[in-house]
């Protein structure tokens, strides 16, 4: 028994729509998503990694502040003492912190590497947005820039002046 699958509607009148498209604005379709997709791949590597320093930075400058706390004492007072060593054994046990510093860093590194790659992004949606000569425009800017970043960095070797 075949159980019939259902395209919503509004993705069978894209696909209605990509048909009528020429070859030329086919392939800038394609590239556009390529493109889209390789830059949320590159930038949510980059934000894992944010994510996971800025996390473990974070944990240990606070364990820091709550171990400098507990050598100095301007009292005598065994009680304020207890309390400084407890606040410092609850602080090295707190994953409220790590997460929160964990999420900061992840949206950190994902924007920020969206933003330095904001030429290819912005072409790369302009090919799926628009039609006609405005994609192909938004194509060639795509094909541009990835042609200067593959040359940037591929020969950045050679001279660090590019």
Known sequence: MRIPVRIPPSISSKIANFKTLSTIEKAAKIAGTIGVG?????????AKLKAYDKKHTGNADAALKYFKNTEYLTNKSHLTSKIKKG??????????RGAWNATIGYIGGFLGNSFSNIVPLAASIGTLAFKGTKCKIAAGVLALSTLYNGIAHGFSHINTKI
């Open 38 to 46: 390789a830059i949320i791949y590159d930038a949510h590597a980059n």
């Open 87 to 96: 606040m410092f054994k609850w602080e090295l046990s707190n994953r409220i």
